[in-house]
C-alpha cells in the first residue's frame, strides 16, 4: 500500500505546485518527511524530481508566452554557482529538518497570503536593476542548495512583493530558475562525494504526468488559487513536524 501511495501522493503535489510555476520541492519534502524518509535521502531525491518537473513547467509556461528572458538571465547567472555551494555543504540532521521546516511554514504563509489577496484592477510592473536580481539570485541559490528546493516558493513572493512582473510571468521565470538551481544542486552534492539515491521508476513517471497536467492547467487554463490552498495545509503540518523535530534535536 506504502509503494502505492507515495508515487501518487508525489503526483498531486507535482500538478499542484506546477500549476504555479513549481516544481514541487517543498511538497516533495512534506510527503518524504511524514512517511519517515531519512533526510539525506529527502534532500537529493528531492532535487531530482524537482528537475523533471522543472523542465515539463518551463517547457509549458515558456510555449505559452509567459517567460521574460530579461528578468531571468541576471536571477540565474549568480543563483546557479551559489546553489552548487549549498549543495555542497553538509548540515547536521537536526539543522535540516529544522531549516526545512522554517522553509514550509514560510511557504504555506505565502501561499495563504496570495490566496486571499484580492485582485487588483490593473498591474503596474517596475524594472528591477540587474545587480538587484544578481543579489537576490545568490541568495535565494544558496539556500536552494542548503534545503533541497528549488528556491521558488522563495522566488515568486519576492517578485510578486516587487512588482517584478505578473503573476503568469512570474511563474514562468520560477520555473527555469527552479531546475537550474536543482541541477546544480545536485553537481554539488555529487561532487561533495555523496551518491544519489535510486528513484523508483514509478516515483519519476508520477511526478511527471503530474507535472504535465498541472502545468498545462497552470499556463493555458485554470487559476490555482483553490490548489494553493490545500497545499498550504499540507506543507503547515508537515513544516511544524520537522521544525519540531529540528528544534528537539
Not at 537550474?180 to 514509478?202: D, E, H, K, R
Amino acid at each position: 500500500m506504502f509503494s502505492l501511495l507515495l508515487p501518487l501522493a508525489l503526483a498531486l503535489v507535482a500538478c499542484l505546485y506546477a500549476a504555479v510555476g513549481h516544481a514541487g520541492a517543498t511538497g516533495y519534502i512534506a510527503v518524504m518527511g511524514l512517511a519517515g524518509l531519512d533526510p539525506q535521502t529527502i534532500r537529493p531525491t528531492a532535487l531530482v524530481l524537482n528537475v523533471i518537473v522543472g523542465a515539463v513547467a518551463t517547457a509549458q509556461f515558456a510555449r505559452a508566452g509567459h517567460l521574460r528572458h530579461q528578468l531571468l538571465l541576471p536571477l540565474t547567472v549568480t543563483s546557479v554557482p551559489a546553489a552548487a555551494i549549498g549543495g555542497w555543504l553538509q548540515l547536521p540532521t537536526s539543522a535540516f529538518e529544522g531549516l526545512v521546516g522554517a522553509v514550509l511554514l514560510f511557504s504555506a504563509a505565502q501561499i495563504f497570503r496570495q490566496s486571499v489577496a484580492r485582485k487588483q484592477a490593473t498591474f503596474s510592473s517596475r524594472a528591477l536593476p540587474a545587480p538587484a536580481l544578481a543579489l537576490l539570485g545568490s541568495l535565494l541559490g544558496l539556500l536552494s542548495g542548503l534545503t533541497g528546493v528549488g528556491g521558488g516558493v522563495f522566488l515568486t513572493p519576492a517578485l510578486l512583493a516587487l512588482n517584478a512582473a505578473p503573476v503568469k510571468q512570474v511563474a514562468a521565470v520560477s520555473a527555469p530558475f527552479i531546475l537550474v538551481n536543482s541541477l546544480a544542486g545536485l553537481a554539488g552534492w555529487s561532487t561533495a562525494g555523496n551518491v544519489l539515491p535510486a528513484i523508483g521508476l514509478p516515483l519519476i513517471a508520477g511526478v511527471l504526468v503530474g507535472g504535465l497536467i498541472g502545468s498545462q492547467l497552470g499556463a493555458f487554463r485554470l487559476p490555482p488559487r483553490e490548489l494553493r490552498v490545500l497545499m498550504a495545509v499540507v506543507l503547515l503540518v508537515a513544516g511544524f513536524k520537522l521544525l519540531a523535530r529540528g528544534v528537539a534535536g
